[in-house]
């Protein structure tokens, strides 16, 4: 086995499978990237897989069964073939910090060795997405009919919208021929019943209480100044005491 063989092999896996198995070293993983747009919204990506590495080691024998098939070996042979020259890759890649994939990419190990891996750009491994190529709206020209087809469409959007036709009225239905005279109607006269008599509201009881105090007490003030102007002498007889009066009469 050779690191071509080996190559081709994981393309081959990839193809139908999102993941592959390197005993002893890693797995390949592959997801799906969606459409995407570029160089300012211009250009339009297709979708296509994108293959990376993983460190972690899965349970598929995806390789061995393969290369047990494509040379006729039995499945432990094909393990061990391919967990040595693994082995072997794998001490380059730690001593050499990179392996060549041909056709794929470039598996490469940091100054810890930590593996990662760098795919080639013109990798395909989609085969739905076969024939499809980044589209440019920069350098799309249209066509003739295009064009055409785009003035028609604003003319028809600019053409202003027909006046509704007058719809003629209906003529007017001959009156009926009356034979016999009609019966006269009656109006029904019918009486206003009259309205009720709104009564005067009357204020309240503490009010008009209130008023009547009021009321009194100034009838009794001017009582109070009518009597001591004429019999000034009687209301003081109510107002001071005997002793009182002899002081007012002796003064």
């Keep these: 086995m050779d690191i071509d063989l080996l190559s081709s092999m994981v393309k081959e896996v990839m193809m139908n499978h999102d993941s592959v198995t390197l005993p002893g070293l890693g797995s390949f993983m592959a997801e799906l990237v969606p459409a995407s747009f570029s160089d300012k919204g211009y250009t339009i990506n297709p979708p296509y897989r994108r293959l990376y590495f993983i460190p972690h080691q899965g349970s598929d024998t995806l390789l061995a069964d393969l290369y047990s098939t494509s040379n006729n070996v039995n499945i432990a042979d094909a393990t061990s073939i391919l967990v040595e020259f693994l082995s072997e890759m794998k001490e380059v890649l730690v001593t050499r910090k990179i392996v060549v994939f041909p056709g794929l990419g470039r598996l490469r190990a940091t100054r810890e060795n930590h593996f990662f891996f760098v795919a080639d750009e013109d990798l395909d491994i989609y085969p739905e997405g076969f024939g ?66 709104q009564k005067p509201k009357r204020l309240p009881l503490f009010v008009r209480i209130l008023i009547w105090i009021l009321v009194a007490a100034v009838i009794a003030c001017i009582a109070l100044a009518v009597v001591g102007r004429v019999a000034p002498d009687w209301l003081d007889y109510y107002l001071y005491s005997p002793e009182e009066l002899e002081i007012l009469h002796s003064l």
């Design 132 to 197: 499809l190529e980044p589209v440019s709206l920069k350098t799309h020209e249209e066509t003739p009919e295009e064009v055409q087809e785009a003035v028609s469409t604003l003319a028809q959007m600019l053409e202003p919208a027909p006046e509704p036709e007058p719809v003629p009225e209906p003529e007017p239905a001959p009156a009926p021929v009356i034979t016999s005279a009609p019966t006269p109607v009656i109006p029904s006269v019918v009486e206003e019943s009259p309205a009720p008599e």
